[in-house]
């Protein structure tokens, strides 16, 4: 009806049942012709079979689909990465910062020998050694798990499993 009052339809789309019952999508174009008296005699239509097209379209829609999940997946890998990375900085600080207290123990206790005239042999030079010492294996455990650390999480630490008796 609507067909007949405007007179044209342009690339409508139809869905049409073949003999063997399947169906396929077209688009219908049409002109309406009007005989003398202006009723409606007849029409022109061209019907285009646009199944390929659609398969096309759908094909493109779950490319999209799949991309769109992508880029989802590394949008959180991404943020995660962030978080990573916020987290080693962090532990870098705490690192450096661990690793300036043994150094400035050392610093001060050798400059404390250096600059005081501790007599040699003293019991006074023997406790500064002493704590240059532990200031120094401190820095050593300190630089060992930092290293073991690194190594883990680049996967380049060489495990050795031994059973010992508790």
Known sequence: AAFKKSGHIKEVEFEFVRRDGSCFPVLLSATAIYDEAGNYSMSRSVVQDIAHRKQMEQELRDSYNILQQK???LI???ENLLIMNREKHHFLDIASHDLQLPLSAISMLSETL???NVRSGSADERQIFEM???ASLEMKSLLSNYLSASL???GKMDLII???DL
């Open 71 to 73: 880029n989802d997946d």
């Open 76 to 78: 959180i890998a991404n």
């Open 114 to 116: 250096l600059k005081n």
């Open 132 to 134: 240059i010492h532990d």
């Open 152 to 154: 883990s999480e680049t």
């Open 162 to 164: 031994t059973e010992f």
